[in-house]
């Protein structure tokens, strides 16, 4: 029974939540996450303290990184000496730390490869000088102290920060359940900010930003965050904001010379080298790493010409490589009760200056306490001064001298021992006379210590000064310009292509094709069985083709997308939605603003530009709205020197009037363009069957069986007047016009059988 009674039993339940509870706490407080008054993890800090402790100040000589290694994980932090010397080597980078606080020699890693960094056995290190602003008042009785894992040594608690050190340098860490990720941020912008809070307690976010624009790294890359966005950070704790590559152009060239936080060049160079060999980036011809000593970033990409657009070019890979990435802020950190809080940037800079306020109240009252021991007993000693011959002679007649010399002169044990421990040469009248000066000294110290001790306002002055003087030395410009939004956008399929010409045509059958070139003849090509050809146009294969079909209506597809004319092509209905029997009678292509003829067989008309016609559905867009038995005519493209419209009935009459009559609609009816009787055009008996445009310098090419007639503008005078006109009849063997379109540098009026 009673080895029963000493054994204890626990749940398995509870007895895993109270071990995974402590193991969770220890990576909280431990290890993952820094204390607000140093910014510093467990791991940092041990690291700092055995560097100092060996004397590898900023003016001491370099030592093998392995000392300090050793001294860590063997005396304070009894881990792998490869994790301690990882986080030595991140304390070391320049690109990793805004300031860092480990000097290094020899191969400390590059931000294309951080971990590339030698084994500590080859490189060697020392404490930066800005180092000393957190470990300076270590000696002054600042902080507590606690015993190392074994309990052979002391450690301290924390640092004493003279700065805000975790918004200088920030952080990122992982615990359980929870993470940190704290930016980087300018020296002279918190100082400002911290000294702007010290004198005004209330002061609101707002203020705050007149000081800290938003976070700032260690090079040059581009800070991408809205107002909105540095709002959220700084007013809940967490947010998110983008670094974009710094860049510039030279000739055919785009260099890139500074790289968003922790990103690798060479990871980039082979996104962008992959992004070329899959033909998204055509306008890339070349890339190259052309980083050394003195400029360790430098990416060059080569371009096909310098006539490539490189802001589109950058905002493509900004939007699809590296070059800009997106980060989170999340401002968890251990405050000055000992547990996590996520912080607000205001709240942050008020914990810390009561975490200063305390330290630098506790470096006061050690230095008094030194002050007040020391003025003690330099008190008791000119007491010997007064009766030098009545301390000797009971030195030399007492066989215990110490309480005779405490009773004589009426002082304490400890002045009756610095009295005994006088050695004979400081007996002269010099060593009084110095002794006065320093009890003068320390009075006045000890007034002005009691002062500043005794008001609030004294203690604030104190700080900010210290915090003014850290400022006028180690303060530096922002690095990070901010731009308050990114225009990284990924190329779409048709600004990927290497732009050519081409020529599209449209068979009487309705089907599509796409030549190369401009130079091709579609009346020389092949057709299907009876089939011809209908229209064509002439464009760019990253530009959009529409087909007219008669009833109206507008299909649009990718240039890049339609059939070779190395084949006889497909039919347009296997790619559009068309109504059963429809025509096809036109196709167009173009850049949006040019505008085109859109004309019907009921003589109705209008001019519209080309994004008009185009429509990503597949079943098209009602373009025209046609008058019962109406079919559309071939569309004509404007050009800048058309001035007049040409239309032809099927009963011989012409009909010329300025373009300027014809309105410009994105759709609809339109007006008339020539006057056809509503009767006679229901009946059948008359309808609109050509349309052509003439520049004043053109001349018009009517076409009427086997015979011709070509008339230059001032031969058509006849045939001039406004628009909606019935017109005039053609002369006698030309009013059955097969054809007529508009011929430029042609002969003198001419009539030829």
Same mark, same amino acid.
């Given at each position: 029974m009673e080895a029963e009674d000493k054994n204890q039993s626990m749940s398995l339940k509870k007895y895993a939540e109270e071990s995974y509870l402590n193991y969770a706490m220890y990576v909280i407080l431990d290890r993952a996450l820094p204390n607000i008054g140093d910014g510093l993890k467990p791991v940092q800090r041990r690291i700092l303290y055995a560097m100092s402790e060996l004397g590898l100040n900023a003016g001491a000589k370099y030592k093998k990184s392995a000392r300090t290694v050793g001294d860590v994980i063997g005396k304070f932090h009894p881990h792998g000496d490869g994790a301690a010397y990882e986080a030595m080597v991140l304390m070391a980078q320049s690109f990793s730390f805004r300031y860092p606080l480990v000097d290094g020699q020899g191969n400390w890693g590059s931000q294309d490869d951080p971990k590339s960094f030698a084994a500590m056995r080859y490189t060697e290190s020392k404490l930066t000088k800005f180092a000393n602003l957190l470990l300076e008042e270590l000696k002054y009785g600042t902080v507590d102290w606690q015993p190392n894992f074994d309990g052979s040594l002391l450690e301290p608690i924390i640092f004493p920060a003279k700065v805000p050190s975790i918004l200088l340098n920030g952080t990122s860490g992982i615990a359980v359940g929870m993470a940190t990720d704290i930016p980087s941020h300018n020296l002279n912008e918190v100082i400002d900010a911290t000294v702007h809070m010290l004198e005004n307690p209330s002061s609101d976010l707002t203020d705050i930003l007149k000081y800290i624009k938003g976070p700032d790294f260690s090079n040059g890359a581009k800070l991408i965050i809205s107002d909105d966005e540095l709002n959220e950070i700084y007013t809940t704790g967490k947010g998110g904001y983008k670094i974009q590559a710094k860049w510039t152009k030279e000739d055919n060239q785009i260099i890139i010379n500074a790289l968003p936080y922790q990103a690798s060049g060479a990871k980039i160079l082979e996104q962008i080298a992959d992004q070329m060999q899959n033909k998204k980036i055509p306008m890339v011809v070349d890339l190259t790493d052309e980083g050394d000593h003195e400029e360790p970033i430098r990416l060059a990409i080569t371009m096909k010409s310098n006539r490539v657009n490189s802001d589109d070019?950058?905002?493509?890979?900004? @939007?699809?490589?590296?070059?800009?990435?997106?980060? *989170?802020?999340?401002?968890?950190?251990?405050?000055?009760?000992?547990?996590?809080?996520?912080?607000?940037?205001?709240?942050?800079?008020?914990?810390?200056?009561?975490? *200063?306020?305390?330290?630098?109240? *506790?470096?006061?009252?050690?230095?008094?306490?030194?002050?007040?021991?020391?003025?003690?007993?330099?008190?008791?000693?000119?007491?010997?001064?007064?009766?030098?011959?009545?301390?000797?002679?009971?030195?030399?007649?007492?066989?215990?001298?110490?309480?005779?010399?405490?009773?004589?002169?009426?002082?304490?044990?400890?002045? @009756?021992? @610095?009295?005994?421990?006088?050695?004979? *040469?400081?007996?002269?009248?010099?060593?009084?006379?110095?002794?006065?000066?320093?009890?003068?000294?320390?009075?006045?110290?000890?007034?002005?210590?009691e002062k500043i001790l005794g008001s609030s306002g004294r203690l604030k002055t104190l700080i900010k000064k210290e915090l003014l003087e850290i400022k006028d030395e180690y303060g530096d410009e922002r690095n990070s310009p901010i731009e308050g939004q990114s225009h990284a956008k990924v190329f779409s399929e048709e600004e990927t292509l290497v732009t050519e010409p081409i020529t599209v045509i449209l068979s009487s059958a309705g089907w599509i094709r796409s030549a190369k070139g401009h130079d091709i003849d579609p009346t020389t090509l092949s057709y299907r069985g009876d089939d011809s050809l209908q229209d064509f146009c002439r464009g760019r294969n990253n530009q959009n083709a529409v087909f007219l079909d008669s009833q109206g209506k507008a299909y649009s597809m990718a240039g890049h997308t339609l059939p070779s004319a190395r084949g006889l092509g497909d039919p347009i209905t296997g790619r559009v939605s068309a109504d059963s029997g429809v025509e096809f009678m036109s196709t167009l292509i173009g850049n949006d603003e040019e505008k085109f003829m859109i004309t019907n067989t009921a003589g109705y008309g209008y001019v519209s530009e080309f994004k008009n016609m185009v429509s990503s559905k597949k079943s098209g867009k009602a373009f025209m709205k046609l008058p019962q038995g109406a079919k559309m005519l071939k569309a004509l493209k404007v050009e800048d020197d058309h001035r007049f419209i040409v239309a032809a009935s099927n009963i011989g009459r012409l009909l010329i009037f300025p373009l300027l009559e014809l309105p410009i609609l994105p759709k609809g009816k339109g007006n008339k363009v020539v006057n056809i009787p509503k009767v006679k055009f229901e009946s059948g008996e008359e309808f609109m069957t050509h349309v052509a445009l003439l520049a004043d310098t053109s001349s018009l090419r009517i076409e009427s069986g086997k015979r011709f007639l070509t008339l230059k503008i001032k031969d058509l005078e006849n045939y001039i007047s406004s628009r909606a006109k019935r017109g005039n009849m053609l002369p006698q063997g030309y009013r059955k016009v097969d054809s007529m379109s508009e011929e430029i540098d042609s002969k003198l009026s001419e009539v030829e059988q």
């Open positions: 070019l950058m905002n493509h890979l900004f @939007a699809s490589t590296d070059l800009q990435k997106t980060y *989170r802020a999340n401002m968890n950190l251990i405050s000055l009760k000992g547990s996590p809080k996520v912080f607000s940037l205001v709240e942050l800079i008020k914990e810390w200056l009561i975490f *200063r306020k305390n330290t630098v109240t *506790r470096k006061l009252e050690h230095r008094l306490d030194q002050v007040n021991d020391r003025l003690h007993i330099v008190e008791g000693l000119l007491i010997v001064y007064l009766d030098l011959d009545e301390v000797i002679k009971i030195i030399r007649e007492s066989d215990e001298p110490k309480p005779e010399i405490i009773k004589h002169f009426n002082i304490s044990d400890i002045q @009756a021992n @610095a009295i005994l421990e006088i050695k004979l *040469r400081q007996l002269a009248k010099l060593e009084q006379i110095k002794l006065e000066e320093e009890k003068s000294k320390l009075v006045s110290e000890q007034k002005e210590i």
